[in-house]
């Protein structure tokens, strides 16, 4: 059995901001002079891509890590991630997430879209990247990183490539291991996936729960295959053999291919070639009422976990129980003590599937409410109007978000820290 290390993850999955002079990386901020880029040219960058796709297509696909996540110290790792609220708020939750930190916080959780980095096609926001990677490493911290091309259901690549009519498909013409996705984002990670390795980062991700998408477009799966391995063979050129690499899943999704069922090609193929997976779960019905029942929560993991290989490499990325609102308006059948008890549930378990699964991070999602207008624009990302679907995202944290304690918030410092 694994040991158990307490951490705090903080999310940026919403940051879209933008600098205008994209040509150099403030030299203050992440110290440059540990990337060369100068040993590795545009016309070998595309000839090594072309041969990476060359091998995929010719079957010879490389097996994950023989080892779990190498660069990232031993252990189980929990935590919540953290976006701050604004005003008084914020210095209240500061408090709470310092509590956190003061038990062994190490990591730091990165989540990016490639659209929401590059909102200018050809111009990826490097400096946004850099800064937060500098703040992470700045405070002793380890991120696990993620830029998605794919983020659930829709394709999150720069608007140039992506179809002007369907959020979920690229551009007409293109598909994921067409030479101008494939350059496109290998150009990307020639700057980022260095700025991350040199940030301390054990793996990246290159898709967001990406069976939610393939599912609608199964078509597309093998090429998105074809994308992954020639992305993995590309950033570990780049960095290290030793830096993992990714796609993250939904749970709900892994259960369904779980015996006597079992999962499509492309998605075999995906988990062959991952050196990490990381997942997402929720303890919720299709139509986002909350399943209270333990067993029910053992029998989706375990059969979830079923579908990997034995020695899979396990993140879970996201894993969150709403409290509902707790007064005549709610209607996802949650309370404060449903989601304390979904809490303590999965401690118990947690350590107990590690004994013979590699668990290696858990993150709670998330430590404080969100606000409002974030559960709206997710609602409206998402094109999800279920009042069910608003009370699922504006619940799911350990603390209001009026800095006010719930019952849950205790009962994770006793079963995680």
């Not at 993850?9 to 100068?38: E, K, P, R, Y």
């Not at 991630?81 to 708020?89: D, L």
């Not at 350059?183 to 996936?193: C, E, K, P, T």
């Given at each position: 059995?694994?040991?158990?290390?307490?951490?705090?993850?903080?999310?940026?999955?919403?940051?879209?901001?933008?600098?205008?002079?994209?040509?150099?990386?403030?030299?203050?901020?992440?110290?440059?002079?540990?990337?060369?880029?100068?040993?590795?040219?545009?016309?070998?960058?595309?000839?090594?891509?072309?041969?990476?796709?060359?091998?995929?297509?010719?079957?010879?696909?490389?097996?994950?890590?023989?080892?779990?996540?190498?660069?990232?110290?031993?252990?189980?790792?929990?935590?919540?991630?953290?976006?701050?609220?604004?005003?008084?708020?914020?210095?209240?939750?500061?408090?709470?997430?310092?509590?956190?930190?003061?038990?062994?916080?190490?990591?730091?959780?990165?989540?990016?879209?490639?659209?929401?980095?590059?909102?200018?096609?050809?111009?990826?926001?490097?400096?946004?990247?850099?800064?937060?990677?500098?703040?992470?490493?700045?405070?002793?911290?380890?991120?696990?990183?993620?830029?998605?091309?794919?983020?659930?259901?829709?394709?999150?690549?720069?608007?140039?490539?992506?179809?002007?009519?369907?959020?979920?498909?690229?551009?007409?013409?293109?598909?994921?291991?067409?030479?101008?996705?494939?350059?496109?984002?290998?150009?990307?990670?020639?700057?980022?996936?260095?700025?991350?390795?040199?940030?301390?980062?054990p793996y990246i991700g290159v898709g967001n729960e990406v069976s939610v998408n393939l599912r609608l477009h199964p078509e597309t799966g093998y090429a998105f295959a074809e994308f992954l391995f020639i992305m993995k063979s590309w950033i570990q050129q780049v960095t290290?053999?030793?830096?993992?690499?990714?796609?993250?899943?939904?749970?709900?999704?892994?259960?369904?291919?779980?015996?006597?069922?079992?999962?499509?090609?492309?998605?075999?193929?995906?988990?062959?070639?991952?050196?990490?997976?990381?997942?997402?779960?929720?303890?919720?019905?299709?139509?986002?009422?909350?399943?209270?029942?333990?067993?029910?929560?053992?029998?989706?993991?375990?059969?979830?976990?079923?579908?990997?290989?034995?020695?899979?490499?396990?993140?879970?990325?996201?894993?969150?129980?709403?409290?509902?609102?707790?007064?005549?308006?709610?209607?996802?059948?949650?309370?404060?003590?449903?989601?304390?008890?979904?809490?303590?549930?999965?401690?118990?378990?947690?350590?107990?599937?590690?004994?013979?699964?590699?668990?290696?991070?858990?993150?709670?999602?998330?430590?404080?409410?969100?606000?409002?207008?974030?559960?709206?624009?997710?609602?409206?990302?998402?094109?999800?109007?279920?009042?069910?679907?608003?009370?699922?995202?504006?619940?799911?944290?350990?603390?209001?978000?009026?800095?006010?304690?719930?019952?849950?918030?205790?009962t994770f410092l006793g079963e995680f820290v």
């Amino acid at each position: 059995m694994h040991s158990i290390v307490f951490i705090a993850i903080f999310s940026v999955a919403l940051v879209t901001g933008h600098v205008n002079d994209q040509s150099t990386i403030d030299q203050s901020t992440i110290d440059q002079s540990t990337i060369d880029q100068s040993t590795i040219d545009q016309s070998t960058m595309f000839t090594m891509l072309h041969d990476y796709g060359m091998t995929f297509r010719n079957n010879a696909v490389t097996a994950s890590q023989p080892s779990c996540l190498p660069l990232l110290r031993p252990g189980t790792l929990f935590g919540a991630q953290y976006s701050k609220p604004s005003g008084a708020v914020g210095n209240t939750t500061d408090v709470l997430f310092a509590q956190l930190a003061a038990k062994g916080a190490t990591l730091v959780q990165i989540s990016l879209s490639w659209a929401s980095i590059e909102t200018t096609p050809n111009q990826p926001n490097y400096t946004l990247i850099a800064e937060i990677l500098h703040e992470a490493r700045a405070a002793g911290l380890t991120p696990l990183f993620q830029i998605a091309a794919i983020d659930t259901e829709h394709v999150s690549v720069p608007a140039d490539l992506a179809d002007p009519h369907d959020p979920t498909l690229l551009r007409p013409g293109l598909e994921w291991n067409s030479t101008e996705v494939v350059q496109r984002f290998a150009s990307l990670m020639l700057v980022v996936a260095p700025l991350a390795a040199f940030a301390g980062a054990p793996y990246i991700g290159v898709g967001n729960e990406v069976s939610v998408n393939l599912r609608l477009h199964p078509e597309t799966g093998y090429a998105f295959a074809e994308f992954l391995f020639i992305m993995k063979s590309w950033i570990q050129q780049v960095t290290s053999s030793a830096m993992g690499v990714g796609v993250t899943m939904t749970v709900g999704d892994l259960y369904t291919w779980s015996a006597p069922a079992s999962p499509p090609s492309w998605a075999e193929t995906l988990l062959a070639i991952s050196d990490v997976t990381p997942l997402t779960y929720y303890p919720l019905y299709s139509d986002f009422r909350v399943d209270v029942d333990p067993a029910s929560y053992e029998l989706t993991l375990n059969g979830a976990l079923s579908v990997l290989p034995p020695t899979a490499c396990v993140v879970l990325q996201e894993l969150g129980c709403p409290s509902g609102y707790g007064n005549a308006s709610s209607t996802d059948g949650s309370n404060q003590s449903v989601q304390a008890a979904f809490v303590s549930h999965m401690g118990t378990f947690l350590r107990s599937v590690n004994e013979t699964r590699n668990v290696r991070a858990v993150s709670w999602y998330q430590l404080i409410d969100m606000a409002d207008t974030d559960c709206a624009y997710l609602a409206h990302y998402y094109n999800i109007t279920d009042p069910r679907f608003l009370e699922y995202l504006c619940t799911l944290g350990l603390v209001k978000n009026t800095g006010e304690t719930k019952i849950a918030w205790s009962t994770f410092l006793g079963e995680f820290v």
